[in-house]
């Protein structure tokens, strides 16, 4: 059943700004409406997921979406609220990049569902060809410098500096809104909050070039955006301690994805679940009922968690990372263990304590008291007996009954023994 896209998002607190007469366009006929993505890096990040949700959202009321990676506008990178200006990357780079966002992009849209089928273009494709004499021409005439200067993501760099090639970003990006609008019929370009300024210099030129004003209706672009997703205390969203989070699985596991979103606070899950899930208002509210009963079972974070690992990283990514959590809290059992990649099980013991043998040590142990002293476990074979004796040890998951036990197990990963001492991990490492 399709759904009244601006109503969706007013409810879901994804409605920043839009431009007079943008809900009477929705309303009127199928739409097309495009976001772009900047193809800087290979994959793209939670941070542009709230855009890709808007994409989603669009499609499922009818509307037809588009997808701009932006190969030309790549080579400049967006001034927008940024500090400095960023390193340019290589047309080789840059492709790399775009193929890879071009498949994270294929996992969240339907490409192949008949007139609202979304597409994805490269404004590349258009902007290779232009001399820089012919660009000057075909848009640089039509907007003012003071009208370029006034936008918040050039002052705001007025004062550090900001290049030619930077403040002409906005020019590239405006025109593409041009070019897709004559080409395509696509009427409404949409963001986060930040490219308002960009947003609305593509609809002015459209407006100059085509003669277009407050009256025209059919000649009219619009603007959308969507509020940047900030956490309850003000703070940035979309960074773990490491960095980015990132949609590319080899960059950022599913375990650690879902990890991600499974330490969400209390305070921040009710605008998470509303943007970046699918779940229905009546679907998320009796979650929200039921987490303030319970909170310690964090019913929201799972669901959250769920939901985005599973349309990220398939159902299997998301069983892999729920079996690896439940090894990290001290549940699971060996065959849990022997189940898990290489990249997921160093995740998740990341930061545990860690020694390492060679294989020749390790064949030479001739019981479990010689092995966790030579792998340095405890500082002496005594209080490894006292420890064995007390129960207080279990190795690849198994507890250790005897310390005289023939020291014989199975490598997980080929090279690790886990080493329980108590409720404290300790990794020995077979090289």
């Known amino acids: 059943m399709k759904t009244n896209f601006i109503e969706e998002l007013r409810w879901r607190g994804m409605l920043q700004d839009m431009m007079p007469g943008t809900e009477e366009q ?55 609220f940024k500090a400095a200006e960023r390193a340019f990357l290589s047309e080789e780079a840059l492709r790399f990049n775009q193929d890879g966002i071009r498949k994270q992009l294929e996992k969240f849209l339907d490409f192949d569902c008949g007139e609202n089928s979304a597409e994805i273009v490269n404004n590349y494709d258009w902007f290779k060809d232009f001399t820089f004499l012919g660009f000057l021409r075909e848009a640089g005439k039509f907007l003012s410098v003071n009208y370029m200067m006034s936008k918040d993501s050039v002052k705001k760099r007025l004062e550090t500096g900001i290049s030619f090639t930077e403040f002409s970003y906005q020019l590239l990006q405006g025109y593409d809104f041009y070019h897709l609008y004559k080409t395509r019929g696509v009427k409404l370009q949409m963001g986060g909050s930040d490219q308002w300024g960009n947003i609305t210099t593509g609809t002015e030129i459209i407006r100059r070039k085509e003669g277009g004003n407050e009256e025209d209706a059919e000649r009219r672009a619009f603007a959308l955006t969507t509020p940047l997703v900030t956490k309850a205390d003000g703070t940035k969203f979309g960074k773990s301690e490491s960095g980015n989070v990132w949609l590319d699985p080899e960059r950022t596991s599913p375990y650690q994805f879902y990890q991600f979103w499974l330490n969400a606070t209390d305070a921040d899950c009710p605008r998470l679940i509303r943007v970046f899930t699918l779940l229905s208002k009546e679907e998320i509210e009796e979650l929200e009922r039921q987490h303030a009963e319970a909170p310690h079972l964090r019913i929201l974070q799972k669901a959250i968690a769920k939901d985005v690992t599973i349309r990220v990283h398939s159902e299997a990514g998301y069983a892999m990372a729920v079996q690896a959590s439940e090894v990290l809290y001290g549940k699971g059992t060996l065959e849990t263990l022997q189940s898990l990649d290489e990249a997921t099980f160093e995740h998740i013991f990341e930061g545990v304590p860690q020694t390492e043998i060679s294989l020749a040590e390790y064949e030479a142990a001739g019981n479990v008291t010689d092995l966790l002293a030579v792998a340095q476990v405890y500082p002496s074979k005594g209080e490894i007996r006292r420890a064995i004796q007390g129960n207080a040890v279990s190795i690849n998951k198994t507890k250790v009954a005897d310390a005289a036990q023939e020291a014989s197990f199975q490598l997980l990963q080929g090279k690790y023994l886990l080493v329980a001492k108590g409720k404290k991990n300790h990794l020995v490492k077979v090289i």
């Open 26 to 80: 929705l309303e009127k006929e199928m739409t097309s409406a495009y976001i772009g993505f900047d193809p800087t890096a290979p994959s793209l990040h939670i941070g542009n997921l709230a855009t890709i949700m808007l994409l989603k959202q669009l499609q499922l009321a009818g509307h037809k979406p588009f997808a701009l990676v932006g190969g030309a506008t790549g080579m400049i990178g967006d001034p927008s």
